[in-house]
């Protein structure tokens, strides 16, 4: 029961593990979509969804030398290219691959149809679009289908256990949203080439702000966790890293850290999850309602709240869409897609990379003083090896920063190049956007409210509960609004 | 066991979010360790004490040096 691993075909990590494969599948895409450079067109065809009215032009191949493909050409040709690539990846990690498959290719077409609906331009078209679709009203949500994808895999994943647990071998949400952030490298280090002083802003107070929310959330959350609802610190460190800011990922490196029975992240994981998917369908919403005027603050506030790198970045595109259309809506300025996913991404990278740290230290203090026990004695506690700070890495984060640095300086180095970059970092999102609503989906699926609710753990959820409610939502609000406020998005 | 997780592959989410999903995490597996955990449970330790509290005196301080930089400069 406690053994959590699955084993793996490859021996090395570079192909056993899904940040890797989020790095190879990454670059890969971003090598394809670089070929517009010299020229070449290798993602002519990848489908480019946009707001419909008649559901023949809701899907379209993104370079007209592939629209003989027609929209149904253009989603079938994405399928078997993502499949593919998702198969070598998840053989080398150690899935059935005839399940795999069969579990995928549902996953991909209901992800297809939730995208495809979000576009209805009565939900999603903007004020200045209505007149071009010939309606007089919408409700300029942007595009809902990574909403739908959420709710869509909810439904099953509560309603239908046996199908959730079929898809469940291909419900990935970690490894698709991690591959979806090394492609968004790119395009951020696209935009930075144009706002270089924007960029600079938001990465540096996007790390101030990770090292100001870890080091207050945590230790605020570990008392609670110990003091008021009686957890050892077995439980309470894991809890303290996974509640307060990282989610799973941060659990399982806390419980490593400290050598926690692995049961321990385990348990907490089917906790986080179903907060996560609460966060998900509630605060981008609440930060489009209320903080359309601080555009950067929402962004920054979701990658602070929203636990799980899946449920932020997941959150920060809602929001993206939500905010510009309302603030188009409501002033008529048009923001420049993708600055408040950039805030959101940007925290959890950071967030990501202080895990490691925060586990070392975490490691260290346990080591030395004996706290999982009593006695200090009844649990050995092992040496702390610097190899296990790179063990604990998040390797996607090489991927993200390396794509994200050689575009950059390809960009300003050879100004030249721009052009092409632009195109083949466009064409490479639209694949991006494939991994998001694929990882939306996962979210829902994996999501269990039901069983939460029957699982019998009423103290772990009031942590956090408490915490989530009574503090980190409101202490990262404050964190967020003094590090972003005043700094909005550049027009179109 | 521990061995596992501090080898060169460590568990990943997504492996817990597929145990959770084909039910290899029971009810009654969380009753029992949920419920050992409460029998052993003793009292804030000094270091426990120290450790949260030079994390958030860190966390305010580096806080004011922030805002300050931020908006002064």
């Known amino acids: ?492 | 066991m521990a061995s596992e997780l501090t080898s060169h592959r460590l568990p990943q989410a997504d492996e817990y979010y597929y145990k959770q999903t084909n039910n290899h995490i029971t009810p009654r597996d969380n009753e029992i360790e949920t419920g050992a955990d409460a029998g052993a449970y003793f009292p804030l330790q000094p270091i426990e004490k120290k450790l949260c509290a030079y994390t958030f005196g860190l966390g305010i301080i580096l806080l004011f040096i922030f805002v300050i930089i931020f908006k002064v400069l």
Not at chain 1, 449 to 468: C, I, P, Q, S
Request: charged share 10%; proline share 4%.
């Open chain 1, 1 to 492: 029961m406690t053994d959590t691993s699955i084993p793996a075909r490859s021996r090395s990590a570079f192909l056993a593990s899904e940040d890797w494969w989020a790095v190879w599948l990454g670059l890969f895409i971003f090598a394809l979509g670089a070929g517009r450079i010299g020229d070449v067109d290798l993602l002519g065809w990848v489908p480019k969804f946009g707001v419909w009215m008649d559901p023949v032009k809701a899907v379209a191949a993104n370079s007209p030398a592939f629209s003989w493909l027609g929209g149904a050409g253009t989603v079938i040709a994405a399928y078997f290219f993502v499949l593919l690539l998702t198969t070598i990846g998840a053989w080398f990690m150690g899935a059935r691959i005839k399940r795999f498959i069969a579990s995928f290719s549902i996953l991909y077409w209901l992800t297809i149809g939730a995208n495809i609906l979000g576009n209805y331009a009565y939900l999603a078209a903007t004020p200045d679009k209505r007149a071009a679709f010939h309606i007089t009203w919408s409700l300029s949500l942007g595009e809902l289908g990574f909403v739908f994808a959420l709710v869509a895999g909810l439904i099953i994943g509560n309603f239908f256990p046996s199908a959730a647990r079929f898809l469940s071998v291909a419900a990935r949400p970690e490894w698709y949203i991690k591959t979806g952030i090394v492609i968004l490298g790119a395009n951020i280090g696209i935009q930075a080439i144009s706002a270089m002083s924007l960029a600079g802003t938001v990465i540096v107070r996007g790390l101030c702000a990770v090292v100001e929310a870890y080091l207050i959330y945590w230790p605020v959350v570990y008392i609670i966790a110990r003091k008021f609802f009686h957890f050892t610190p077995e439980w309470a460190a894991p809890m303290a890293s996974g509640i307060s800011i990282c989610g799973v990922a941060a659990a399982i490196a806390t419980g490593s850290a400290i050598r926690a029975r692995q049961i321990i992240p385990a348990i907490l994981a089917s906790v986080i999850i179903v907060f996560v998917a609460v966060e998900l369908l509630i605060l981008p919403f609440a930060a489009a309602f209320f903080l359309s005027g601080e555009p950067m603050v929402a962004g920054s506030w979701l990658g602070l709240v929203v636990k799980s790198d899946g449920g932020a970045v997941a959150s920060g595109a809602i929001a993206d869409s939500l905010i510009r259309s309302q603030v188009l809506e409501q002033t008529g300025i048009a923001y420049q897609e993708g600055w408040i996913l950039m805030a959101t991404t940007t925290a959890k990278v950071f967030i990501d990379i202080f895990i490691g740290v925060w586990s070392f230290i975490l490691a260290v203090v346990w080591s030395v003083w004996h706290l999982s026990s009593r006695d200090g004695v009844s649990r050995p506690a092992g040496s702390v090896s610097k190899r296990e700070i790179w063990d604990r890495f998040p390797k996607f984060i090489i991927g993200f920063v390396g794509l994200l640095a050689v575009v950059f300086f390809s960009g300003l180095v050879r100004p030249d190049l721009i052009a092409g970059l632009k195109a083949g970092a466009g064409q490479a999102n639209l694949i991006r956007t494939i991994f998001f609503g694929l990882c939306f989906f996962s979210i829902g699926l994996v999501t269990n409210v039901r069983k939460l609710w029957h699982a019998g753990l009423g103290r772990v959820t009031g942590v956090y509960a408490v915490a989530l409610l009574g503090f980190i939502i409101w202490v990262g609000l404050g964190i967020s609004w003094l590090f972003y406020q005043g700094i909005v998005p550049p027009a179109i």
